[in-house]
């Protein structure tokens, strides 16, 4: 039988802190959570693993370490509303959960809604709720937001996001137009978003972010 508590130590030496991710609150929230059971049955054994994850149809789990990295580069403060796109099965809002005042996270399934919400109750998360609602739109009813966090990669960043933000606040996602994507934080400044690319990435594309293919003449 395996040991998730000697498996999520490991995660975090070997591959997270290994990243130069620093952050205390991050690196205590990925060495506690039970990310095993934020997964189906079937998924839990390679649930530390350094890869991503299948957690539901259309939705994968980063890989540990550059789920960490672009979490870091986001800045996330202990007042901060987080606001968590296409959440699946909940593990990233419960890492965001450990580092903010309140996580809003928006999925378009019924049945992750439900399973989401039962692992973040479980996992001891009070702060974070996810909602049904479209990943494209946002959650405007519950902003605006300190910080937006996408697990995962777009072609198409919509606008909706950027009309979100707090002034100063910040979007984090992979940006990705080929087979490497750019983990990209957007930032706003009054009607102006500047951005930065942190690092490159290669997750998987979220299903319906793909950038709408152009006239072939």
């Given at each position: 039988?395996?040991?998730?508590?000697?498996?999520?130590?490991?995660?975090?030496?070997?591959?997270?802190?290994?990243?130069?991710?620093?952050?205390?609150?991050?690196?205590?929230?990925?060495?506690?959570?039970?990310?095993?059971?934020?997964?189906?049955?079937?998924?839990?054994?390679?649930?530390?693993?350094?890869?991503?994850?299948?957690?539901?149809?259309?939705?994968?789990?980063?890989?540990?370490?550059?789920?960490?990295?672009?979490?870091?580069?986001?800045?996330?403060?202990?007042?901060?509303?987080?606001?968590?796109?296409?959440?699946?099965?909940?593990?990233?809002?419960?890492?965001?959960?450990?580092?903010?005042?309140?996580?809003?996270?928006?999925?378009?399934?019924?049945?992750?809604?439900?399973?989401?919400?039962?692992?973040?109750?479980?996992?001891?998360?009070?702060?974070?709720?996810?909602?049904?609602?479209?990943?494209?739109?946002?959650?405007?009813?519950?902003?605006?937001?300190?910080?937006?966090?996408?697990?995962?990669?777009?072609?198409?960043?919509?606008?909706?996001?950027f009309d979100q933000l707090k002034d100063g606040g910040r979007l984090a996602v992979v940006a990705r137009k080929g087979p490497v994507g750019?983990?990209?934080?957007?930032?706003?400044?009054?009607?102006?978003?500047?951005?930065?690319?942190?690092?490159?990435?290669?997750?998987?594309?979220?299903?319906?972010?793909?950038?709408?293919?152009?006239?072939?003449?």
């Open positions: 039988m395996l040991d998730f508590s000697r498996e999520r130590d490991a995660m975090v030496d070997s591959q997270v802190h290994t990243a130069d991710v620093t952050e205390r609150r991050l690196l205590k929230a990925m060495r506690t959570l039970p990310r095993e059971t934020f997964l189906p049955k079937s998924k839990q054994a390679i649930a530390y693993a350094d890869c991503e994850v299948e957690a539901a149809s259309g939705r994968w789990m980063m890989r540990p370490r550059e789920l960490a990295m672009l979490i870091q580069a986001a800045d996330i403060g202990d007042k901060d509303l987080v606001l968590n796109i296409a959440s699946g099965r909940g593990y990233a809002a419960a890492v965001l959960s450990r580092l903010a005042e309140t996580v809003v996270g928006v999925e378009a399934d019924d049945k992750l809604v439900e399973k989401a919400s039962l692992a973040l109750s479980d996992a001891g998360c009070d702060n974070a709720v996810v909602i049904k609602g479209d990943p494209h739109a946002g959650a405007a009813g519950q902003g605006p937001y300190d910080v937006i966090f996408v697990e995962g990669a777009v072609e198409e960043t919509p606008r909706a996001w750019k983990a990209t934080i957007y930032t706003r400044s009054g009607d102006s978003i500047g951005h930065r690319v942190v690092f490159d990435a290669t997750p998987r594309l979220i299903p319906g972010f793909e950038r709408e293919p152009g006239f072939v003449f």
